[in-house]
């Protein structure tokens, strides 16, 4: 099903996956690096990556410096935002959708960046803080790494050698709970939010202690763990091998996205790079997720009706 093209096509109305193959290459937003410290106050869908970019911000909120606020486009998020204090921080509001989303701002002390609001914005918003912060590097070895997984899932592959198809599959009509390491568990709730608005389907976090959930989750019930895929994210390893083990035991079957693991690039030196990779294989996996069940990825549906009333 999967490496039928003209069905892919069908189900793919709006492109989604060509998008996402293009993704790496798509980033064209600011590149200037701003004064320090930096705080970073996500709201909207961006919320999710606050444990993931921590690495890169002096907190939530700075006194001086640059304030970086995300706030959603299309329902009057950029009017909610208070005025910048005098004698504060520079603030940079970014907008997660285009300029016919919302309303003007109308503060002139704040620099207005706007950056997609679909399901790809976490790698817009990422590349254009890694520039803010003078992490360039960073942002660059990203864009390399995506390449790298792009290839690997490339529509034009057929599923047995497409692990991102494969992976699908191995989730079909199964819910994926997402186990790692500590340091990946930041990257979690956005690859739950990636399973839900791309793949609309349910993934279940386990959080920074995956080994509570793995020894006493189901004690009480057993069959909960019939519906289930252990799905290991992050660099694997020792952390995660004991969890592994007790979850053989209780639930349908473990996979793995883990760093240098197959498709997927070798773990990076800044932890913020691992967790973007981690979420756009699974968007990959979540898209091809979709189309099994004949629904377009890029579909917002009822989601999309919330955004724009919430």
Known sequence: MLDDRATLHARDRHGFLERLAALPEAYDGPDGVLPGPHGLDPGGAAAVLTPLLAEWFGGRH?????????RDGGS??????AAPAAGGPRQVRVILGDSGDAEPVGHDAAQVVRVPGDATYPYHLVRYLA????????????????????????????TERNPAKTLAWALWQRVPLLVSGRL?????PLVQQTFARVGKALAIP?????????????????????????????RGGGETEIVEEVLATRVAQVERLVAGGGW????????????VVAWYAATWVAAYGALLVELDPADDGVYGRLRAVA
């Open 184 to 188: 990946a568990a930041a990257a979690q």
């Open 206 to 234: 386990s959080g920074p202690h995956g080994e509570i959930v793995a020894a006493a989750a189901f004690e009480g019930r057993h069959a909960l763990g019939d519906d289930l895929v252990a799905l290991v994210l992050g």
């Open 62 to 70: 700075v006194g001086a410096g640059t304030q970086f606020l995300t």
């Open 76 to 81: 009057g998020g950029e009017s909610a935002l």
């Open 264 to 275: 997927l690039p070798p773990a990076d030196a800044d932890p913020v790079v691992d967790g």
């Open 131 to 158: 520039f803010a912060t003078g992490r360039a590097d960073a942002g660059t070895r990203l864009a390399t790494a995506l390449r790298a997984v792009a290839e690997a899932a490339d529509p034009e592959r057929p």
